[in-house]
């Protein structure tokens, strides 16, 4: 099972998909660059989520590919890149360590499977309230900015910095209320 998430912005597009099994990962990058994106990033998240975890992991964990691998393409900041349909593009794989960035080790914040109690949880750490979700949110949106060569990101210091920032300002809770109300005009 994959998920797909598809986002333009100033003449740019990136997309991103999570995946859980081995063997996806390469025919979702696939796709992406057939769709001629800026950038393209699949991440191994939690139950095949694409989102990054804080998790430290077990010493014991499967051999393959682990969680929190990253991998995908960006317009260069090098030399180092491929042109193979009119893009230039730069590959990298990587797998994301979040206490080697500072994070404490957490179970996954959700206390259950409930949808309302996940939004509850999401909104809150989007309100400021520090915790798992909030550290969560912000190493997803750093990492994610980050690794698809976001203007401001290309250091990972500065894009969690400016990931902090966009929630505890309030900016980042403001913009989704305002993209909620804008998509119950148009449904």
Not at 12 to 21: D, I, L, T
């Amino acid at each position: 099972m994959s998920l797909f998430v598809f986002h333009q912005a100033r003449g740019r597009e990136s997309m991103v998909a999570g995946f859980y099994h081995v063997g996806y990962e390469d025919p979702l990058l696939m796709l992406m660059r057939r769709r001629t994106v800026h950038a393209g990033l699949v991440v191994k998240g939690e139950e095949g989520a694409l989102s990054l975890t804080t998790k430290e992991r077990s010493a014991h964990a499967s051999k393959g590919i682990p969680v929190n691998h990253c991998s995908g393409f960006r317009t260069p900041s090098s030399a180092n890149f491929s042109e193979t349909d009119g893009i230039s593009r730069e590959s990298f794989r990587v797998a994301v360590n979040a206490q080697e960035l500072g994070f404490k080790s957490t179970e996954t914040p959700r206390t259950d499977k409930s949808v309302l109690k996940n939004l509850e949880l999401g909104l809150s750490a989007l309100g400021g309230d520090k915790g798992p979700a909030y550290d969560r949110i912000v190493l997803n949106a750093a990492m994610a900015d980050h690794l698809l060569g976001c203007s401001g990101a290309q250091d990972i210091n500065s894009a969690l910095d400016r990931a902090r920032e966009a929630i505890d300002s309030g900016n980042a809770l403001r913009r989704l209320m305002n993209y909620i109300k804008i998509s119950h005009k148009v449904s």
